[in-house]
């Protein structure tokens, strides 16, 4: 086991599974020579040579297009997109090609490509570098979402989705990168981002895709997250000293609704969380399937809170993100509704 913050995680799962498997390539833009703009390819270039980890052009449906046409002759293509705002000009690619390919050839062909891409906010970026569309993402059939929340599950996850012949689009939260981020001179420290590192094993190993974990056990309301959104969450209910069950969703598609509906069934209260705009977000979906499955269970309506519905505020970002306060407000309504 290693200390390793979550870019260690993900260059380590990329360094291991280009030395394992030859059929696995890196793309992307700034991916080789730089690193990536998060350093989280440092290295691998020089390591594998450009054969293998490519730099691209400034053109993300050429970069997605061009590791569909990889993947459906035999490679493993690894392509990052620089940041999730950029995804967009790869979306008829993704949506009209890669998502359709195996169902379309009546399992003739498939492409196994990992997306990688960093979301959500906490640089300052503004509406064109911090946002969150993994909502997007989890409507089209044919792909896989996931995002995980510690080095240990980003490491285990990406080898997992590099291994898997479906194709999976991988969100990184940038919040979580490098541990505590500060915003500005102005802001205090950012409580709930204080996992800059964990205990991760040197070594391969996979976490499943389609498996969400119980974070933190407990009997009187269960919290939905995944993501940054993660710490918010356990900050919020120590504040409140609220004997929450934390569930982090971890793999959007395919979603584990056993897990989360087995915890509310239990606690009977259930409050979703997420840093993307509220309506038509991903919480959407998890609200609709807990009712579905858990209606007769629930004690009070299931609560949600999110990112505000509007483009994202450049020069109010901190007061966009759901922080501990907003979430905190959210879990009392939430365990005083009746």
Known sequence: MAQMNMIQALNSAMDIMLARDPNVVVLGEDVGYFGGVFRVTDGLQRKYGEHRVLDTPIAEGAIV??????????????????????????????????????????????????????????????????????GIFTHVCGIKVVMPST????????????????????FEPKRLYNGPFDGDANKPAVPWSTHPKGEVPDGYYTVPIGKAEIVRKGTAVTMVAYGTMIYVCEAAAKALGIDAEIIDVRSMVPLDTDTICTSVRKTGRCLI??????????????????????????????????????????????EYFPGPLRVAAALKAVMEAA
């Not at 080095?151 to 991988?170: M, T």
């Not at 807990?290 to 020069?315: K, S």
């Open 65 to 134: 297009g061009a590791a569909i046409g990889m993947g459906v002759n035999g490679l493993r293509p690894v392509a990052e997109v620089q940041f999730a705002d950029y995804i967009y000009p790869a979306c008829d690619q993704i949506f009209s090609e890669l998502a359709r390919l195996r169902y379309r050839s009546a399992g003739d062909f498939w492409a196994p490509v990992t997306i990688r891409t960093p979301c959500g906010g906490g640089i300052r970026g503004g509406q064109t570098h911090s946002q969150s569309p993994e």
């Open 151 to 170: 080095p240990y599950d980003a490491k285990g996850l990406l080898i997992a989705s590099i291994e898997d012949d479906d194709p999976v689009v991988f």
């Open 273 to 318: 969380a997420h840093e993307a705009t509220r309506f038509s977000g991903f919480g959407a979906e998890l609200s609709a399937t807990i009712q579905e499955e858990c209606f007769w269970d629930l004690e009070a309506p299931i609560g949600r809170v999110a990112g505000w519905d509007t483009p994202y505020p450049h020069a109010f970002e901190w």
